[in-house]
């Protein structure tokens, strides 16, 4: 049985299912995951390898420098974005995209609640900063809709930061130094009270030092360690 191609409900134009992706079910098995990406032009096979003009072209706007951009070219051309369906309801859902290309499911792929996290369009900075801006959405598997949580992270977010059932989004500030969670509606500072340094004491170079970061959260999200 055909359960997405290129021409399926809910697949974006001139994109399909990609090769590079990888195939994971949810605990539940209800769900299924894949990678999409833009349709790629046939190869063309009537010209020999020295016949073929290249050309490299850089622009002071682009995201990464033009050396970063070959060191880059094999990931780039593989890269994919996350997609869902929802074998339950025969129903396909776009998750992840070129503006937010990173996805964190929750609760092992069964969460309704998965976390996008993207520089896109901050990347430029990277080149003489050392990192990025960072916007953190909230994304609602059942449908693929996004809300802004946080717009400008500079900081560090990663799948243990996630409550395990999507509950928290949770994220360390290199400015405050200090964890901030969102339970939905608002994002407060969960560490305020706490007095002692949550960050790398022993850290030496320019640029903020990172956290000591998080061990585990407790069963039901009741606390994070």
């Given at each position: 049985?055909?359960?997405a191609d290129k021409n399926s409900v809910g697949m974006k134009l001139s994109m399909t299912v990609s090769e590079h ?5 949810s605990k539940s098995g209800n769900r299924l995951f894949f990678g999409t990406a833009p349709i790629q032009p046939p ?183």
């Open positions: 049985i055909l359960l992706g990888n195939l994971n079910f190869k063309d096979t009537s010209l020999v390898e020295i016949d073929l003009v290249k050309l490299d072209i850089w622009h002071y706007k682009d995201d990464y420098l033009q050396t970063q951009q070959l060191f880059r070219l094999q990931r780039d051309l593989q890269t994919n974005y996350l997609a869902v369906y929802h074998l339950d309801k025969k129903q396909l859902n776009q998750l992840a995209s070129e503006e937010i290309p990173t996805v964190i499911p929750t609760n092992e792929g069964d969460g309704e609640r998965f976390v996008g996290v993207t520089d896109y369009g901050k990347r430029v900075e990277g080149q003489w900063t050392g990192n990025t801006k960072k916007d953190i959405y909230a994304i609602q598997v059942a449908d693929g809709s996004r809300q802004l949580v946080k717009k400008d992270m500079l900081g560090f977010i990663t799948p243990q930061y996630i409550s395990p059932t999507g509950k928290y989004i949770m994220w360390y500030d290199s400015k405050a130094r200090h964890y901030f969670a969102w339970d939905g509606d608002t994002a407060r500072n969960i560490t305020s009270k706490i007095k002692v340094q949550l960050w790398n004491e022993e850290h030496d170079s320019p640029s903020d030092p990172a956290p000591y970061g998080v061990v585990r959260w407790q069963e039901n999200d009741e606390a994070v360690f």
